[in-house]
């Protein structure tokens, strides 16, 4: 078989053949396929490898270099008329080109080629795209939505066992690059969906949760939504689950932020907005998800205490979101205690709300007395600053005006106008200073038939025992 018993031996011979296939992408593809068919003997005889090592090179060789076509519809022949081609005009080469050629591969085989182009320096996102479309085809579970609602599973022959797409779906977590951004946040949060439904290992759980933590701010609430899939749950949704993703995201800000606490170059001034615009998307994020959440009539106080007050106050540049979600709550659990609806209202700072919240809020009989009165004071508040502004610029306009002596007749019409609108708002404000003294004297009023009407009961209660005891000592009259 060797060359010591004559030239072009078989040896010689395979050598030859094999490098002709390695030359080949569509040859080195169906090599490697068949090789897992006498896996052993091909392993001893390193095809395998030299097989999985042509695939990686040629993956991560940039696909302009190699110029090879990619026609449409998979037709690669071309009709030539008087040296003319007119059959299908190639189609320009995309990173994605090998995702598919390589997906027939069987998850071991695949798992070494991906280690191999990832050595070979091919790019994270790269990576990422080929193990994402590969999960989207093994593992039909990735193809349903992240509501109740039933979605067909994805188009394939035959449907994998759940353990095999178990097995799948936790190898292709510990695969996918690590560097925050590379992959799509709501391809994590499909994955931790899946893993739940199939019941994947607790490290690979915790796994996606913090992936999905360290990029929170990229998410959207549809896909936060995750069902609750346990026997012995109380709401509809996992909310310790967004719980533990939202704690990650924060304990992440807080190093981030600990790390650099003195901002003085210009990179350093970019990276701290940055992450204040990142912790305020989350911050909506939290709030569009706790009124998403809040008509569960399962979903415990403490529980959405706890959820709204992990944000900053700073994050909240506007208190409208948790207001909404405030709102809801109250309406949905009507059972709450006054301190309880005293507490949750303390979450939301009635400063920040704008107009047509702080509007809602003054004739919302859901919140405490106490609130209503705090919001209109500080609509008050709001319209004196504005009165003061207003007044600020009518004297630098006289003052003006005075100084220059020159005051023609549309001037002095737009002042004129301008000191109507102040008269309006001076009224404005006075019928809202008589609303909140009104409100406030109703309030005292209340407190004191209150306390009246206990002083009563207690002397009710003290003097009824001894007018029992003088009916019984009473005389009786035949």
């Known amino acids: 078989m060797t060359n010591e018993y004559g030239e072009e031996n078989l040896v010689s011979q395979s050598e030859s053949f094999l490098n002709d296939v390695f030359s080949n992408w569509t040859d080195t593809i169906k090599a490697l396929e068949t090789c897992e068919e006498v896996l052993s003997y091909a392993e001893e005889l390193h095809i395998v490898s030299r097989c999985i090592n042509s695939l990686a090179m040629k993956s991560c060789s940039d696909s302009k270099l190699l110029n090879w076509p990619v026609m449409e519809n998979g037709n690669d022949n071309a009709d030539v008329w008087n040296g003319i081609s007119t059959g299908t005009k190639p189609m320009p080469m995309t990173d994605d080109w090998w995702y598919e050629d390589v997906s027939f591969l069987s998850l071991p085989l695949y798992k070494r080629l991906i280690q191999a182009v990832d050595a070979g320096g091919m790019r994270p996102e790269n990576i990422s795209g080929a ?57 994590f949060l499909r994955l931790l969906r899946t893993a739940m439904m199939l019941q994947a290992s607790p490290s690979c759980r915790v796994n996606l949760e913090g992936r999905v933590g360290l990029q929170l701010d990229q998410a959207i609430l549809d896909d936060l939504l995750i069902p609750n899939m346990g026997y012995t749950v109380e709401t509809l949704y996992d909310i310790d689950c967004f719980q533990r993703i939202l704690d990650h995201f924060l304990l992440i800000d807080q190093a981030s932020a600990a790390a650099s606490p003195c901002i003085m170059e210009e990179n350093q001034l970019i990276e701290g907005s940055q992450s204040l615009a990142s912790i305020t998307r989350v911050a909506n994020l939290v709030d569009s998800y706790l009124a998403e959440v809040a008509p569960d009539v399962n979903f415990k106080f403490p529980k959405f205490q706890t959820l709204a007050s992990a944000i900053p106050e700073y994050a909240r540049p506007v208190s409208d979101g948790i207001y909404r979600a405030i709102d809801i709550y109250l309406k949905a659990h009507p059972w709450l205690t006054d301190i309880e609806k005293e507490q949750i209202c303390r979450l939301m700072n009635c400063q920040k709300l704008s107009l047509e919240a702080s509007t809602h809020a003054a004739q919302n009989e859901r919140l405490p007395l106490r609130v209503i009165v705090q919001v209109l004071f500080f609509e008050q508040l709001r319209l004196r600053t504005s009165i003061s502004g207003w007044f600020f610029v009518s004297e630098n306009l006289e003052n003006s005006q005075n100084l220059s002596g020159e005051i023609g007749e549309r001037e002095g019409n737009a002042a004129r106008g301008r000191g109507r609108s102040v008269e309006d708002m001076r009224e404005r404000v006075s019928e809202l200073e008589k609303e909140c003294n009104n409100m406030k004297e109703e309030f005292q009023k209340m407190v004191k038939t209150k306390r009246r009407w206990n002083i009563f009961c207690r002397r009710r209660s003290q003097c009824k025992p001894s007018e029992d005891a003088a009916c019984h000592t009473a005389p009786k009259i035949h």
């Open 131 to 187: 193990l994402v479309f590969y999960a989207k085809k093994y593992v039909p579970l990735m193809n349903r939505q992240s509501s109740f609602k039933d979605v067909t599973h994805a188009k394939s022959g035959s449907t994998p066992s759940e353990a095999d797409q178990r097995a799948l779906l936790e190898e292709i977590v510990e695969l996918l690059p690590k560097q925050k951004g590379v992959t799509e946040t709501r391809f």
